[in-house]
């Protein structure tokens, strides 16, 4: 049996082997890595032993609160953000390289992703994550059930605010033991940096657009999945990874990276519009239809509105009132019949064909290569 252990190259098997099942994605990071995620998971599970060991020492209440915390943060996961991050390191330094150095940088990526999950779901009013009640929610319930003071959804509210925060923190602390020169942790730090300041910003543009979608549009749309997702999701995560191997922003493989990680970072963002809307709850783990019953302005329904005649946008009008309204199925069924969900399917087709083209254009060695081609097919084209 294959070890998992962190060290080297984590590639398994070759990368043309056919890769299929219900999840894409988790196929191809099986296909393409042997014991990162659990290396990642790993990383992560000591690392937060020993911080929840030091809260519970300024109190009871606080030690449980760091647990609940980091279980947000080992409650499953795809891991695609660290494996991105990975094979961005991979395709710079090539050959075997071992990876447990840069380790704590990767898992540093999942921290930062449960604090925007978690503080997401609260914007968003989500009951459920990954087929379980969201942060608030959980911990609503819990104050509930021990009869204290107080609204118990406000209470949940401000303890995922304060978990996200604490995310934020353990991640800073976990990417300071990337065992790497002081000169290149700080060319990290920058990118990372600039990875936390566009997720802020598509983020607050991402409620701003539910508060005045009149003024919104396809464009717009477009922008919020470039700073929400594309940013921190690809895009950043494999600059991230080139910064761990040491390679300067002017380099041909950023160029080719930027470029790949902005293609398949919106596209990734489309799929999810598309699940939001069509996905299977019980396979994405979240409600379906939370982003029309929001009236959120997504580039799908965008797009639906502007190619709707006008008895279809009357329907889509419903949009913004479905938070009274239980059955969204009629205006699912205008969306597609407008065309607008075949024209976001070939949206994301396009997206895939510039990073692949994109990858094509720079020095990445052949197995690198292949996972990214890989990952951006899976990416982009999941159940959940």
Not at 333 to 356: C, P, Q, S
């Amino acid at each position: 049996m294959a070890s998992d252990r962190p060290t080297g190259n984590l590639l398994r098997v070759a990368p043309e082997q056919p890769v299929d099942g219900d999840d894409p994605i988790r196929a191809v990071l099986a296909a393409f890595t042997r014991g990162l995620v659990s290396a990642v998971d790993r990383t992560l599970a000591d690392f937060l032993a020993t911080e929840v060991a030091a809260l519970t020492e300024i109190d009871t209440a606080m030690g449980a609160f760091a647990a609940t915390a980091r279980d947000c943060v080992l409650a499953g996961g795809k891991r695609v953000r660290p494996t991105f991050a990975y094979w961005g390191w991979h395709g710079a330094v090539r050959g075997n390289a071992p990876v447990t150095p840069v380790l704590p940088a990767l898992a540093t990526l999942e921290l930062l992703h449960t604090f925007a999950l978690v503080q997401d779901d609260v914007m968003d009013a989500s009951d459920t994550r990954r087929g379980r009640p969201t942060a608030h929610v959980a911990m609503a319930a819990q104050h509930a059930a021990a009869g204290r003071n107080g609204d118990s959804g406000r209470f949940g509210e401000a303890v995922a605010v304060l978990i996200g925060d604490l995310c934020m923190v353990w991640a800073d602390q976990l990417l300071a033991r990337a065992d790497l020169p002081a000169d290149r942790l700080l060319d990290v730090r920058r990118g990372y940096d600039r990875m936390r300041v566009e997720t802020v910003a598509g983020q607050y543009l991402d409620v701003l657009s539910e508060t005045d979608p009149e003024s919104w549009s396809v464009d717009r749309a477009l922008r919020v999945a470039r700073y929400k997702t594309a940013s921190y999701t690809v895009q950043r995560p494999l600059l991230f990874g080139a910064s761990l191997a040491g390679v300067g922003d002017d380099s041909r493989l950023v160029t080719a990276y930027t470029r790949y990680g902005l293609a398949v970072g919106e596209a990734f963002q489309l799929c999810d519009d598309l699940l939001g809307v069509y996905g299977d709850p019980t396979t994405t783990g979240k409600p379906a239809g939370d982003d029309l019953r929001t009236g959120k302005p997504t580039a799908l329904l965008m797009l639906a509105r502007e190619l709707a005649t006008p008895a279809q946008l009357r329907v889509l009008d419903r949009a913004d009132r479905l938070a009274a309204v239980p059955d969204f199925t009629q205006v699912a069924e205008v969306m597609a019949d407008t065309g607008a969900v075949g024209r976001i399917e070939r949206m994301i087709d396009d997206r895939v064909e510039d990073a692949l083209t994109a990858l094509d254009t720079a020095g990445i060695d052949e197995t690198a290569r292949s996972a990214l081609a890989g990952l951006a097919s899976a990416a982009t084209h999941r159940r959940a």
